[in-house]
């Protein structure tokens, strides 16, 4: 059954429309220019092991309207946000916690539990995607672009590698494991970010997923520092690689 | 003996002074903004195996020039341009072009070669450095950045190791043989970018070159493609980069 988008908040500031929505069970946040009902490329935008109004996904969302006029989705990811957690959900938490305290890598364990939800989540999107183009001022014709890095590339590997109206997308800070074969079937042009010197994700690791990509086009920023010390410039750069794949021009900060 | 600038030709458009000069026997260009005669941040910019008005030197030059206001400065390497080519100079082009017809590596004779011209151009860099200063519309406490590519890399890498004058630079595409150790004397912010599929120097060379860099601050641009491939959006990649660092805004183009 397909679910229509449900408006259930909105306000504006700087520019920038802010639409609480629901599409069936699922809340997600909708941020669109406050100037002119123009049909506009859509960025869905995913968070890392946080929710959809995390200060960096608005952020991110403020950056790619104001920028260049894109609408920017983004939903909660299964037991994130507002959205309850299944036994294995906390199981998997509770498996996480005790690798920490015991000083062992959370490398496999977040492997396997983003892959656990990336199944749940991907049918999500799609749904999501569909109700959004349901939107006048989105439309089924124009270009969509995704930007996840952590746990939302984890999701958005699979993801873009089934949903062909996704065009373009910026991934990042995450391990080949489970996500390299999805990967191979990724040709639309990608910007990839890893850290140097991150102390989780080992290095050959991170390169192993960006050469991955059977993409013609595409682009790895590794820069120096540890695992969330990813400079903030990054965020301009995506700004710029949507802005040159999705077709709109990128208006000064 | 220290060489004053000497100007040799002017000429003017799109809002960019473009002026020939000699430092002793080193001619060079300097690019700067028409309009203001403030001082202004100084780019150091090399060319590989071309000259110093190549197109992508002018090109680059003038979004330095009218994307920050920054003055940029390009000399003709020995042997290249304008200048004498000595008869070891000969006997290395000849080696070139006889691997290049065997289908042999170019690499070990480019590493050797361009190390024998650093050695000849960094003394003649900082002589050209030390002139440009004199000039009221650079002076002795702006900063100074070093963008330079292949060859330009082989001669930025040992003049920026022991120029405490150049506090940012940008290199990229090339061996990290004879360059490494003076890489990790380097401890500015560095942009460095290398071609994902280059036929020349391997990926691991090349990542090699980037992590053996001493920076705090530094960042790599890989893009799929062959050596010559290098996507243009590098080259404003790198303006917004001397931007952040040399303390401009950047202008639309």
């Keep these: 059954m397909q679910h229509a988008v449900q408006f259930t908040a909105r306000s504006s500031a700087d520019g920038v429309v802010e639409r609480g929505f629901t599409v069936g ?3 997600g946040v909708l941020w669109s220019p406050a100037a002119g009902s123009d049909r506009a490329p859509l960025v869905l935008m995913g968070h890392g092991g946080t929710h ?5 996904m608005t952020g991110r969302a403020h950056r790619l309207v104001t920028g260049c006029g894109f609408h920017v989705a983004v939903i909660d990811a299964p037991g994130h946000g507002g959205r309850p957690r299944t036994a294995h959900d906390e199981q998997e938490i509770a498996a996480l916690y005790r690798a920490r305290a015991a000083g062992e890598a ?3 364990i ?3 539990s983003n892959a656990h939800l990336a ?4 049918p999500e999107w799609r749904a999501t995607l569909d109700a959004l183009q349901e939107l006048p001022e989105i439309g089924t014709d124009g270009p969509v672009g995704y930007f996840g890095l952590n746990m939302a590339t984890a999701i958005g590997v699979p993801l873009t590698a089934v949903e062909p109206r996704i065009t373009a997308a910026v991934f990042g800070l995450h391990w080949p494991d489970a996500l390299a074969d999805r990967a191979k079937r990724i040709t639309v042009p990608v910007e990839y970010v890893l850290q140097w010197d991150d102390e989780h994700i080992p290095r050959e690791s991170g390169l192993a997923l960006f050469d991955a990509f ?14 969330k010390e990813l400079p903030r410039f990054e965020a301009d750069s995506a700004v710029r690689f949507f802005a040159r794949h999705l077709g709109r021009a990128v208006s000064p900060a």
């Design 110 to 112: 977040v492997v396997r």
């Design 52 to 56: 959809k109004k995390w200060p960096g």
């Design 106 to 108: 959370e490398g496999p």
């Design 119 to 122: 199944a749940r989540a991907v």
């Design 214 to 227: 059977a993409s013609r086009e595409k682009t790895l920023h590794a820069n120096a520092g540890r695992h």
């Design 25 to 27: 069970e699922v809340p």
